[in-house]
């Protein structure tokens, strides 16, 4: 995300004692005119001291997309310090500071972990992170896996498809909110098609549900084994698996799918007056 | 579960444990638990292999704890064994600044002697600088060998580097140091083990002679003969034996909980108002539950 760190400073200042924000701005001085790794490293360690854990923020911040992310994330003054931080010394000198960034990730606690995680599209050349956003894919805490997973831009910008792919398919299998992912119809590809289907026979086979939201990438790419997966989806006592299959065949360019989707005049309505969407799946 | 009494283990090597023993432990009452960093037995050649174990002790296993309903807290300190390999020990010292403030750790610890060599010394030394500078508390390992003597002078090498005695808990005490710690204004804790050195029928003993005040009990159980259900069962001896039971709740849960909580990380907010246990917050392919159906408390732990 493109923006400048007066912003972030400027929230900071709303929010903080003047005293701590002096600290901090002299601290960023210090740290970048003298290329100080361990006074980066303490003055990340004490921010958390210094500033508070606590998401209701005071005052605006001039930059609409920054405000939105920083809202939806539920960013606390804390976390906000730790971003212009970091921010700070990558855009002061990005060769210098950006193993050293590396390295702090690497010690992160948990919640760290997370803020981290939540916060890599707002630094500087944040594809170089892409290593620790991945590794979140392989946790087994839950906490850790959403950071990244959910509403977060990240995995839209910088995954590669397996990647995008490892992701969804880990949510399902988690049970997370599958409509919590940026960009889901972009990233949807005809391989992860082919792994919903066969995961979703998998689940079938144990007679357990699926999330109907899982079925939303497959849109473009009904052929074959989703064709029966679609008529076993309109077929089915759940009505939002009903709808599921309209709204994918609705979307998709399949004859097939058309086909079934005839049987269903009432969904035709609806589809076509936009009041079934996916959006709307549940309301 | 409004009547059952709560515990604190100040110190237990959850690491080295099973999911069994955190099941017990929640069972018998144990809200929370502080892990100090120590020797896993294997020497640790590499730095690398400090550096995951402090960030397990803040990442993983404070998680798996919470799984049981049971809030993990940790100490983090060179260890006095490992102090021995110098090259190596510069380098952790090195990277503790880096975890003392991270939000589970309540203190440098386990620090100080082991044998009592030039080595512990020097290291022990720089880490109570750190405690003394970052206003830390400090949790100090006693010596198996030449114990009282080395008690003493773990003492007086924390007072010689200026650190207020009621913010250092010294540890694995027995009868014939107890009198100098509390004397000289330290917290005095004592591990019970269960065959040999410091058995809770010694230790309801203790409390009958030196009463309660700075006097905190806890298992140090471990990768050997331990019991991790040290404090609760020791606390029922005592409830058995004629001891107070405002004695029993200071040794057993309040002392360690006032020595600990002094930068703020520990707070009885963490376990007295909690969701209860939900372990389908956790995900069950590769976790602490491997195929079982996940356990949600229908009561909330207060």
Known sequence: MDFKKKYLLQIIKSNSDSENVSWLETKVDFITSKLSTKDLYITYSLIGTKFKKNNTLNGKIDHAELSAYLGLQKASIQEIARIFLLKSVLEFNPDFFKDKVANIIQLADTSELETFLKFLVLLPNAEDYKFVAVEALRTNIATIFDAISAHNPYPALYFNAQQWNQMFLKAAFIESDLTAFNAIDERANKDLARIISDYAHERWAAGRTIDPYFWRPVTNFIEGALIDDMRRLFESNDVFENKVAAICCFNSTNKMGKKMLEKYPVFIQQLEEKKLTWNSLKD | ?302
């Open chain 2, 1 to 302: 579960m409004k009547d059952k009494m709560m515990f604190i283990d100040p110190h237990i090597h959850m690491t080295s444990r099973t999911t069994d023993d955190y099941e017990a432990m929640a069972e018998a009452g144990i809200v929370a638990i502080i892990e100090p960093s120590f020797w896993l037995g294997q020497p640790r050649t590499q730095v690398g292999s400090f550096q995951d174990y402090f960030s397990s002790l803040v990442g993983w296993e404070p998680f798996r704890a919470s799984q049981f309903g049971i809030k993990h807290y940790c100490t983090i300190g060179l260890n006095s064994k490992e102090a021995n390999n110098e090259a190596l020990a510069e380098q952790v010292i090195e990277m503790l600044p880096l975890y003392l403030h991270k939000e589970n750790v309540v203190a440098i610890g386990e620090i100080g002697y082991d044998d009592q060599t030039p080595a512990e010394d020097k290291y022990f030394r720089m880490q109570l600088d750190l405690a003394k500078e970052l206003d830390m508390t400090v949790q100090v390992h006693t010596p198996h060998r030449d114990k009282k003597a080395g008690t003493i002078k773990s003492m007086e090498v924390c007072l010689e580097h200026g650190l207020a005695p009621e913010n250092v808990i010294i540890d694995h005490n027995n009868e014939e140091t107890v009198k100098e710690v509390l004397d000289r204004g330290f917290i005095a804790a004592f591990t019970i083990y269960p065959k040999t050195k410091m058995g809770n029928e010694r230790m309801v003993e203790v409390v009958r002679k030196y009463g309660s005040t700075n006097i905190i009990i806890d298992s140090s159980a471990d990768w050997g003969v331990s019991d991790p259900l040290a404090v609760p069962k020791t606390a029922g001896l005592m409830l058995r034996s004629g001891i107070d039971k405002d004695d029993v709740i200071k040794t057993c849960y309040k002392n360690a909980f006032d020595a600990f909580s002094k930068n703020g990380k520990m707070k009885e907010s963490h376990w007295l108002q909690t969701d209860g246990i939900n372990q389908s917050k956790l995900f069950n392919d590769n976790s602490v539950l491997r195929g079982q159906n996940p356990k949600i408390s229908s009561d909330k732990i207060v």
